[in-house]
């Protein structure tokens, strides 16, 4: 932002305090900062407030397990680096946490007995870890990888050759695992579902990743459960954790990476809607004027089936982020829906998966499965249109099945060649957008 522009914010604030607005943005993650500089491109005046309860300056949770394998230091999880970026854009950052909304006198509660007041509000309040319901998980040595507090006390115990137990196998957990094995610990997975990333991949490609796992040293136990951890600090590995097989494991740590929930808690009184998370429009606006959400805690439609879900996706808490600040500041934008896209990197096995991968009822598929090469491809259709995919060690068709996908493009003859050659997908897609959708 220009010292022009900063200038007007501060002369403005001074003339005209009585008539400022004042947009109020509950999350520092990326869906409200996003919202709090696009707020600012487009509102060059009136107050701009964010307010989160972590007493660290706004960071990126996807940067953690960079942190954790020494490629950042904490400074390189946070999502700005600039100096005074946040004053020279006039955003007030407020370290409190929010108690209470109520929408009918549009005012916010807080933890430190304050009350202010807001003339738009976008609640940004992302989600939390899911604690299981084991005995055992309130102990020493056990811990959630979600905050750079948990970070920096995980960072102390993973050292090398130590024991360390990861419960869950899921998108979160495989990222968490990446930075436990690069930080040379002897790790276990343990994973409920019958295979790796159960709700992004399916047997065949969630088996492969499992399969690559274990040849990179790490054991893996899929289709198991954790009953209990106990502790005895005369153990040289303290932690005892009981599996459902009967086996046990003495570890220095144990790592929970068993799914989020929303944040919305503090909105039960509030009248704001809410079931899994925040419900939203296709603007992201709630059921109250004014008051919109983004990110996690952001319940909207599905661009796949047109359901309401939750998206707990960094790029999709950028996007809502987005749009939900420019629908306050009066640039009307419409959200098609949020796009099911995940792309994860497992000790350098790209896979990815996209939209309805899961396939539909009475659609058609093909798969290509070449598991001595690490490579996987399914291809999910509904009529001549693809409306999911997985793939596993194919990195350069990523783009073009988002592309495919989100597109809604109608294949045509396009559809029997990838049946009879699934590899032809980067063919289908120049065919559909650079050579005319006729071809």
Known sequence: MSDAIHGAVVLHSEQCKECAMHHVIIGTGPAGI?????LRKYDPHNDITVIGDEPEPPYSRMAIPYFLHNK??????????RDQHYDQLAIQLLNQRVLKVNPNDKTLSLNNSTVHSYNSLIVATGSRPILPPIEGMDLPGVHNCWTLKDARSIAALAQPNSRVLLIGAGFIGCIVLEALALRGVELTVVEM???????????????LIKTWCVNKGINVHTSTGVTSVQ???DLEHPLIVNLNSGEKLEVDLVISAAGVRSNTEFLQSSGIETDQGILVDHHLKTNFDGIYAAGDVAQGRDFSTGSYQVHAIQPTASEHGRI????????THYYRGSFNMNVLDTLGLISSSFGLWMGVENG?????FEPDRFRYLNLEFEGDVMVGATSVGLTQHVGVLRGLIQNRFKLGVWKDRLIRDPSRIMEAYLAKTQLGHHR
Do not use: F, W
């Open 193 to 207: 579902g019958d295979r790796m990333v159960p709700r992004m991949m399916n047997q065949e490609a969630g088996n």
């Open 34 to 38: 996003i919202a709090a500089e696009t």
């Open 231 to 233: 502790r005895d600090d």
């Open 72 to 81: 950042i230091d904490e400074t390189g999880t946070h999502l700005r680096k």
């Open 324 to 331: 939900s600040a420019m629908n306050i500041a009066g640039d």
């Open 364 to 368: 058609d598929r093909v798969t290509l």
